[in-house]
């Protein structure tokens, strides 16, 4: 038999037999209006578990995680506000449930089923997944909730205090509002949740507001591992800057008194708590897992006996707020109409296409306040004595400092984070002045946690900010990449558009650093970037480019909402000369500040037939060097700079290389996996030219004299274009 029918009869049999668990009385604050509304939205949240089953074997439902045992969480969302944001954990239904109760006008049990059902009416969704969340409640919609959420939390909470301290046009939470996180106590041990902990007290450590709620919602068990007894309290009750509470969360009074003692704490303190919530995990983890498989049967059936309905059914007649005999009415009344809801849910239409589903991947344009930019006044105040070097041709790295500051004089809601960004301004200087000129509200130096940085620069993006973090090398990125992944990519896809996570991500990679770092230092390695749906990845090559191009970055942020990576070539930041020392031919001045070069628009250098090539970075330099040997042998070559590496600028490639009688494609990153892989099936789809690529091997990069082995050259590059044009011609 199944486990939700067990649970399911004996809920019927123990109510009408008055043979209810024992437990404390109930005290606190709830008044009985609150406590019957907490155990409606208990009903509800358990009803719509078993309805959710019974769709899946009915073949009329999809994968779901349920959220019996955890019926409590009703309460912690009635001791909050309803403009509190929240990022759920999965079995947070009742939370929601209780949350739709704060706020007039809601159809929570037929948003929910159409969500089951993965109906395209899913008001938060549009059918892409079973998610919690909604707009007008402020819940950002979650999916698998392992940890992944909470870097993103801090990051919001700091973005209250911040908000205060310079209000962005688009920021939606309160000043006095808190942000609530909940997770499992098994997702309490990851290392991204260890990390959020970690940087949440080490924030409120330096006094620094960070109004922010954990709550952990401790059953005991993750899937089939058990969470050894006690671990929670041991390790979290005691930490420095992080406030403890523990409630029973079976008991509706003791965990409301205690959600509000916590989130007074939080809200009048501006400081993290950790809200410690015993619970019960009833069925099993999720879908058809069944606990009797891994568990022993006694213990299964131990949990069951402490049903937290049956305890509200308890303490509601002890408080003299429900008799037994009504409660099982609101539960059998429950149960019948979502019954009702289900079956017209299941019939209302689903995704049918990818362009259905692909829809939400581009979030819809932002109205955006018009921007006349800053007064020459403040310019010349801010720039001081650069402003008279601009008549000057510079290098890279001082071209996008420059860019940076006419961005942040522009856009008061841009703020940057990362390591060493403020004080030092950057491990290559990028960011040098930036504090002085904008100060450390703008300019935040965190600690070191990529993770952390890009969790910041997400919950700040919920709070209409458009963050710029900055990760230092593109080695650094991958042991955080799935904040991008799985959080900042998703949350416009999830939510059918209604939330989004705008933001221009700096960093510095690729190779060719002479004797610095090897591969840690010097990595070519885009493939985990250029997967990402609805990602915008960008690559200049030269100073007046980067300058361009960052600016359309943040448009496409501020305006279009997306997220976008900025890829700075760290070996071009110098870089002065290039085909002779000192012609000084790599340099260019700063361009304007109204200058642009829009996404998807290419580069190109040259009008020569005989050979075209394509390339980026610093591989567009070395091109550049080869194509002045090939035109002294007679071979006149156009250089291609692709700067938008994706989604690749398909349809500007090929009007670029009209005319011209063959290709070669010269990418610095893997030959596995990289950017060449890309432009040749699309040569191959749509010309009969002929092609050859130039790749970098499949390999890390190394330091010392091979620092540049593994990639490609000048040299190679012209010795590949020679065998090609003479091999062709």
Known sequence: MDRADIVHENFLKRVSAGDLPAGAPPAGPLSATEAVAIYRSGCLSRALDRQSRAMQKAGRGFYTIGSSGHEGMAAVAAALRPTDMAFLHYRDAAFQIARAGQVPGQSIAWDMLLSFACSSEDPISGGRHKVLGSKTLSIPPQTSTIASHLPKAVGAAYAIGAARRHPPEHRVMADDGLVCCSFGDASA?????????????????????????????????????????????????????????????????????????????????????????????????????????????????????NDPLLHSVRLLAEAGALTPAAALAIYDETCDRVARIADEAVTRPHLASADDVMASLVPPRRDCRPSNGPTPERRAEAFGADLKAMAEPQIMSRLINWALTDLMLEHPEIVMMGEDVGRKGGVYGVTQKLIGRFGPDRMIDTLLDEQSILGLAIGMAQNGFVPMPEIQFLAYLHNAEDQLRGEAATLPFFSNGQYTNPMVVRIAGLGYQKGFGGHFHNDNSVAVLRDIPGLILACPSNGADAAKMLRECVRLAREE?????????????????????????????????????????????????????????????????????????????????????????????????????????????????????????LLGERSDMPRARITATDSFIATGPAYAATMPSADSIHAAALALVRGAS
């Open 189 to 305: 041990n990851h290392s991204t949740a260890q990390g959020a902990f970690n940087t949440a007290q080490w924030t409120a450590y330096q006094s620094i507001p960070l109004p922010l709620l954990f709550v952990c919602e401790d059953n005991g068990i993750g899937i089939s591992t058990k969470t050894p007894r006690g671990w929670i309290a041991a390790t979290f009750s005691q930490r420095p800057g992080l406030g403890y509470f523990a409630c029973n969360g079976l008991d509706i009074y003791e965990t409301y008194r205690v959600a509000r003692e916590a989130a007074e704490f939080v809200r009048r303190r501006k400081k993290p708590a950790f809200l410690h919530v015993s619970t019960v995990r009833l069925y099993g983890h999720a879908g058809a897992d069944v606990p009797t498989t891994y568990l022993p049967r006694e213990e299964v059936e131990a949990e069951e006996a």
């Open 561 to 681: 909402q997306r997220l976008v990576v900025f890829l700075e070539p760290i070996a071009l930041y110098p870089m002065r000369d290039l085909h002779a020392d000192k012609d000084g031919g790599w340099m260019r001045l700063y361009p304007a500040p109204d200058e642009t070069i829009a996404l998807g628009e290419v580069g190109v250098e040259g009008d020569g037939n005989d050979l075209a090539i394509v390339s980026f970075g610093n591989g567009y330099y070395l091109s550049r060097q080869a194509a002045q040997r090939l035109r002294g042998q007679r071979v006149n070559a156009r250089v291609i700079d692709l700067r938008w590496l994706s989604p690749l600028p398909e349809e500007a490639l090929l009007a670029a290389l009209s005319g011209a009688k063959r290709i070669l494609v010269v990418d610095e990153t893997r030959r596995s996996g990289g950017v060449a892989e890309a432009i040749m099936t």
